[in-house]
Structure formats: C-alpha cells, structure tokens
C-alpha cells in the first residue's frame, strides 16, 4: 500500500515562495507518475502538476511559469516549487500516485492520495 506524506505547506504573502514535499513510501516510486492538486474552499479539486515515470512535466495554465514540479526517484520525493504566489493559489495542496506512465489531469486517475498541506497566501 502506497502511503504519500505531505510537508512544506504555509502562510506567505503574494509574491513569494514555498517548496512543497511529497515522500512516498510502500511502493515502487519510480514506476508511478505522481501529481500535485489541490482545493479551495467551495471549488472542486483541481489538477496543479504531474510528472511522469520518465520525468515528463506537465502544468496547469494557472501555475505555468510559476510552479515547478520535479522528482527525486532515490529519495522517493515529489517536489513543488511554488514562486510568485498569488492570493488565489490558496488552497489544501494534495500529492497524488498515478499507475499510469504519465499520469493525468483527472484526480479520479490517481490510485493514491496524501493527506494534503495547506497553503495560505496573504496580501
């Protein structure tokens, strides 16, 4: 059983930057495309990220340019670089394990989910 622990969520105010940590453990990493969603309050859960098995990146128009995922295959870690954040990328940021190659944009696509991590982003 894949278990997928979050960290690194917070307050910061626009503009600035917070680097968000997946760990996974329980299963073979490597082999998963992994993503990054997330859900404010009252919206429904969005895709944000995915990197596939071979380390193709894929991004939401909303955080392109702004967010990058990566990938630590030794360490069994998904990151999030999250830089010039705005008010409206506040939300709980959820990791994600796919069986497909290379993931996907639908959250119903992923076998496995963390527990999420807030980020908070003030004036």
């Known amino acids: 059983q894949v278990q997928l622990v979050e960290s690194g969520g917070g307050l910061v105010q626009a503009g600035g930057s917070l680097r968000l940590s997946c760990a996974a453990s329980?299963?073979?990493?490597?082999?998963?495309?992994m993503g990054w969603f997330r859900q404010a309050p009252g919206k429904e859960r969005e895709f944000v990220a995915r990197v596939s098995r071979i380390g193709l990146r894929y991004y939401a128009d909303s955080v392109k340019g702004r967010f990058t995922i990566a990938r630590d295959n030794a360490n069994n870690t998904v990151y999030l670089q999250m830089n010039s954040l705005k008010l409206e990328d506040t939300a709980a940021y959820y990791c994600?394990?796919?069986?497909?190659?290379?993931?996907?944009?639908?959250?119903?696509?992923?076998?496995?989910w963390g527990q999420g991590t807030q980020v908070t982003v003030s004036r």
């Open positions: 994600a394990a796919s069986r497909r190659p290379f993931g996907s944009r639908s959250y119903d696509e992923y076998d496995y």
């Open positions: 329980g299963g073979t990493f490597s082999s998963d495309a």
